[in-house]
């Protein structure tokens, strides 16, 4: 039954079958954009055909036959099903428009803009195309480390959480290409925005709503006009408390999760990623007992592969094939943890004055 | 670490208990562990028809299985609100709540603020929204293919006569029923929000025709909507002497869609895709709940794994029970009443202890 459903509803926009491979257009093919096309390809049903970036010196075609630009605007004009967005905060929301208004189902990368403004713009320019599939990219979901911890703080076996204390960093601001991670006019914000991002979108899934949140927010060590270090303690609706720490000082490449709940403790270190320099994905799960005298039996697995891409793109691809809505990465939900930086950011208020921030629209 | 599947007990054995247990067992990464019913009779019926331990107490049950994560409260609608909180708050367990999720408005405000502080998750039980006839009409209103909604109507038309109401004490009561509204319509009222969207105001007149009830067997009913619509309702089980529809029509910009059936589930009339009535409808005969439980369990079970987002939300289930009291409440003040209001009717899951005795499950 369920497949006869599938087969039916998965028609284009123009009413075509859609039970043939999927057109992809990749806008932004620097390592990001690289690194999606791989797992794009190896989706049955998905196809990448043209790709762009500002670095070619022309228009052309690879060896493989796909196409690639110099601009976004020649990259739509190719018949496509669904464009990936793979671009700096201050195009990445102009470009995620442009594909819904040619039709196309969109993958936009994190973050989804520069401030709320930016992903409000998209959203309202969404609802003009509700037949269309919008999702944004928060693989840190998609770990394997990630969904046990997920799956055991919903067991109940540990009781609920107490609190949360997450530390993610890297080593500086400018990572690889180009360098505007590093200015507000083009990234929006610093090492929160980019990359902490992540941690808070985690928070937001264990925790769900904060109520109260204290910061400090600070650029005093690389001296760029966005933040190299965010610390914020939060407090949920339900009375946990989380602390946060997202770092461009992190002279070592860190990722830490320390979930405290009432009869043991989860602790995920290390993340698999494609420079793999954030150690090995780690998960130690401590069971408390009245007599282990603070020294708790704990078991640790150690995840040796990263499907966090694959699994994002298949369930990407299955809402579109599926005709089903976004769940995890939807607009709204991206909208939320968006909305949680900006109001960390507005709780400093030395800083929300000194960059004249908002946390509403 | 938790590898196994979630654990899954029901509570509650009428008729429904059943649709729950298989549609239960049929979902991967969750499982039944055990039956609960007062009267073990019914307990033991179905833990033996799905080879799981029964119990007579909730209390029982959770002491011995621990495991159970997540409870299915399948008891009568005005016990839900009782079994629920005591269910969370002592044994710190999830709940998936039987249609109505709860009789009164304040008792859903709660019990979520509770689930919340407790860090467990409350799944309301809307399964006729999964069906595919009313997918495909409320996809055509998402794509716009149906325009903007003009009318909406519902019409139930069902015989429940005396010996129905007789079969239990919590039946046709205020306290623990609620009438024909919210034990037959509660549905329909749920896809009037779930496809219109919200509800600004209500006119209701209800009346008791067929049975010696306290509650209204038969309602009529105005609405109009945050939008321009307008809609109409009428829901009786005073109709003879047979079932003869339940549907919900509307007419829109470009075209008119129906969907009646016994449970909401054939597409009986879809005018910009005709052809689309028979692949969106679906044969319920011999299973009156349709197939929409599987799918709630799959979404239960995805919802524990992965995260994501269960579909029926706090304001969302809230909205509902909101709507479904405005109707009391027109009933009871003879005028129009605005839908998006802390005032409860006076009538509907009003206190009865003595009722609710029968159904309380003490400590051992």
């Known amino acids: 039954m369920k497949s006869l459903l599938v087969f039916i509803e998965s028609t284009c926009l123009d009413g075509t079958s859609m039970d ?22 190896q989706h049955p049903r998905l196809k990448t055909v043209a790709v762009c970036d500002q670095s070619f010196s022309s228009d052309g075609e690879f060896d493989d036959g796909v196409h690639f630009y110099q601009s976004y605007e020649r990259l739509l004009s190719e018949k496509l099903d669904i464009l990936f967005v793979c671009l700096p905060n201050y195009v990445a929301p102009e470009v995620t428009m442009a594909g819904l208004q040619n039709d196309l189902h969109v993958f936009c990368e994190k973050p989804p803009g520069r401030d709320i403004q930016d992903i409000a713009n998209v959203i309202e320019c969404e609802k003009q195309h509700p037949k269309l599939k919008l999702k944004y990219g928060f ?26 204390r997450g530390v993610y960093g890297k080593s500086k601001i400018i990572p690889f290409s180009g360098g505007w991670r590093a200015e507000r006019r083009f990234a929006g914000g610093g090492i929160l925005l980019d990359q902490g991002i992540h941690m808070v979108d985690l928070m937001r899934l264990f925790v769900g709503d904060f109520v109260k949140i204290e910061s400090f927010i600070s650029n005093d060590y690389w001296h760029h006009d966005v933040e190299d270090n965010a610390y914020a303690l939060m407090k949920g609706s339900n009375g946990v408390v989380v602390m946060l ?36 994905e780690k998960m130690t799960v401590a ?9 708790p039996r704990e078991i640790t697995t150690r995840y040796n592969q990263d499907n966090s891409w694959r699994d994002e793109i298949t369930d990407f691809a299955e809402s579109i094939l599926e005709n089903r809505p976004v769940v995890e990465g939807s607009s709204s939900e991206a909208l939320e943890t968006m909305h949680l930086v900006y109001r960390i950011y507005c709780a400093d208020h030395e800083w929300q004055s000194k960059y004249k921030l908002k946390e509403e629209v | 670490m938790t590898t196994k599947p979630f654990q899954i007990a029901v509570i509650g054995c009428g008729r429904i208990a059943g649709h729950h247990c298989s549609s239960i067992a049929e979902v991967d990464g969750i499982e039944l562990s055990a039956v609960c019913d007062l009267v073990e009779g019914k307990s033991s019926s179905y833990g033996k028809k799905f080879n799981v331990p029964f119990f007579t107490s909730y209390h029982q049950m959770f002491q011995d299985l621990p495991q159970i994560n997540t409870v299915a ?104 029923d609620g009438g024909a509204l919210t034990n037959q319509g509660i549905h329909h009222v749920d896809l009037l929000r779930y496809l219109g969207g919200d509800v600004k105001k209500v006119s209701a007149t209800m009346c008791t025709l067929g049975a010696d009830i306290e509650v ?102 809230l909205n509902t029970i909101k709507l479904l009291h405005s109707f009391y409440r027109s009933d009871e003040q003879g005028r129009d009443v605005v839908v998006d209001s802390e005032e409860e009717s006076t009538r509907l899951g009003k206190s009865d202890e003595k009722l609710a005795s029968l159904y309380r499950i003490h400590l051992p």
């Open chain 2, 73 to 176: 409260i399948v008891t009568p609608s005005g016990m839900h609100f009782e079994h629920a909180t005591e269910i969370m708050s002592r044994y710190k367990k999830n709940i998936i709540v039987e249609k109505p999720t709860f009789l009164k408005p304040s008792q859903l405000s709660v019990a979520y603020q509770l689930a919340e502080k407790e860090q467990l998750h409350i799944f309301p039980v809307f399964q006729n929204r999964y069906n595919r006839a009313v997918q495909r009409v409320k996809n055509a209103l998402n794509d716009g293919e149906l325009g903007a909604i003009r009318i909406i109507a519902v019409r139930v038309r069902w015989c429940r006569p005396q010996r129905y109401y007789d079969l239990s004490p919590w039946r046709g009561t205020y306290a623990q």
């Open chain 1, 287 to 295: 069971y408390a007992s009245d007599d282990d005298g603070g020294d």
């Open chain 1, 245 to 280: 720490h997202s770092s461009a000082t992190s002279w070592r490449h860190r990722f830490s999760l320390d979930i405290t709940l009432e009869r043991g403790a989860i602790t995920l270190s290390g993340i698999l990623s494609g420079s793999k320099s954030y150690g090995a």
């Open chain 1, 139 to 164: 693989n840190h979901r998609y770990h394997d480390s990630v969904r046990e911890a997920l799956k055991l703080v919903r067991s109940q076996e540990l009781g609920k959480i107490i609190n949360m």
């Open chain 2, 216 to 317: 209204e067997d038969t309602i009529v009913a105005t609405m109009a909507y945050d939008t321009k619509a307008v809609g109409v309702l009428e829901v009786t089980t005073s109709a003879r002497p047979d079932d003869f529809e339940a549907s919900i029509s509307l007419v829109c910009e470009k075209g008119l869609a129906q969907i009646g059936g016994i449970a909401v589930n054939e597409l009986q009339i879809f005018t910009p895709d005709p052809a689309a009535c028979a692949a969106h409808s679906e044969d319920f005969s011999g299973n009156v709940y349709g197939h929409g439980h599987g799918d709630m369990y799959r979404d239960i079970a995805a919802f524990l794994r992965k995260g994501g987002s269960y579909p029926v939300g706090r304001q969302d289930s």
């Open chain 1, 20 to 41: 043939r491979e999927l057109k992809v257009g990749i806008a932004g093919y620097g390592i990001v954009g690289k690194r999606r096309r791989e797992y794009i390809d």
